[in-house]
């Protein structure tokens, strides 16, 4: 099994390297791949170094397998090169995912839509991941009607920059911004690029990668994303409106006994999600069920999961496992 990651030196790629070995990824040879100016540099992966090799010298390799995280323009030029030469490429930019030849995978939901003719695979979106995660048990049971949806984005979303920004900031340094405010003692209902309609891009996602995971167009969106600072994971609080009734003991048990999924929901007890202690987990967790009473069927939840984990590199590294499973690569 020889497989490429693209963009090994980035955030999710260090991420990702640490959750192949966690997750003992059958490989036989680890091809690290990035920018020219990385060539040449050495990542640790099982205890070993690797060179990092050229984007071009990674798709002359014609690994089995190629993860990329290096960004959406990285993604539309060298995807296709990498499955012209026979590899399965897992892209965790948003340049594919709502291209209509190409699936957009959370495992333990479609992973019904990997086949052999599916060489390009896209990752959702972070926030996207862990809110289906939840949704998707309930839509299969009750029927998802409506969602209002309120994100507090960690900073790690946006990657080092911003990471050194807020550190920057907390020590009273003086640094190079990766955002047009603070962020210590901030936050901003501001993700990604505004659009003419006043939603931004991280917002439209999760109205589009939403509908297209639970292969239900009809469902009903309307997201605000804010980013606040902290590093462990982005939280989600996230109203749902039903096509037909439900009770909350349903709604537990469904939730409970769905794989991925973690519900820390006692508040009595003081317990409910906080990505604190979601932080290098690759659970998705789920608490402060409640219904809405102003609706007749709806349903209040809090949804916190780690952005860099199941949000990016452990739904990479899972979807590369099932084509695995399913003996697409080998």
């Not at 959750?19 to 036989?28: A, D, G, K, Q, Y």
């Not at 006994?257 to 006692?266: E, R």
Request: charged share 20%.
């Amino acid at each position: 099994m020889k497989i490429a990651l693209v963009g090994a030196t980035g955030l999710v790629g260090t991420v990702m390297i640490k959750v192949l070995e966690e997750l003992n990824f059958p490989c036989t040879e680890f091809i690290p791949a990035a920018s020219e100016r990385s060539v040449g540099k050495e990542v640790i992966f099982r205890g070993k170094p690797h060179k990092i090799v050229s984007l071009q010298d990674a798709v002359n390799a014609k690994p089995a397998l190629a993860i990329f995280s290096a960004g959406g323009s990285v993604s539309k030029q060298w995807a296709e090169k990498f499955a012209a030469n026979g590899t399965f490429v897992v892209d965790n930019s948003s340049a594919w995912r709502m291209d209509e030849q190409v699936p957009l995978v959370v495992p333990e939901i479609n992973a019904h839509t990997l086949s052999e003719n599916t060489r390009i695979i896209a990752n959702p979106n972070c926030s996207t991941i862990q809110m289906v995660m939840a949704l998707a048990p309930l839509h299969r049971r009750y029927g998802i009607k409506r969602l209002v949806v309120a994100t507090y984005q960690s900073v790690t979303g946006t990657g080092v920059k911003a990471v050194k920004q807020l550190e920057d900031e907390r020590a009273g340094r003086e640094g190079e911004k990766a955002y047009p405010h603070p962020i210590d003692l901030n936050c901003f209902p501001h993700g990604g690029d505004f659009a003419e309609n006043g939603y931004t891009s991280e917002e439209l996602k999760l109205l589009n990668e939403t509908r297209k995971i639970l292969e239900a167009p009809e469902i009903k969106v309307t997201a605000t994303v804010v980013r606040i600072p902290v590093v462990g994971g982005h939280s989600e609080a996230v109203n749902v409106e039903f096509e037909n009734d439900f009770d909350l003991a349903g709604v537990r048990s469904l939730l409970e006994s769905t794989p991925g999924l973690v519900v820390q929901d006692d508040p009595a007890a003081n317990l409910y999600p906080m990505p604190r202690y979601a932080h290098n987990r690759n659970e998705v967790f789920v608490g402060r069920l409640r219904r809405d009473t102003t609706v007749p069927f709806g349903l209040d939840m809090w949804i916190v999961s780690d952005n860099l984990r199941k949000g990016a590199a452990t739904n990479a590294v899972q979807i590369a496992l099932k084509l695995v499973e399913k003996g697409l690569i080998a």
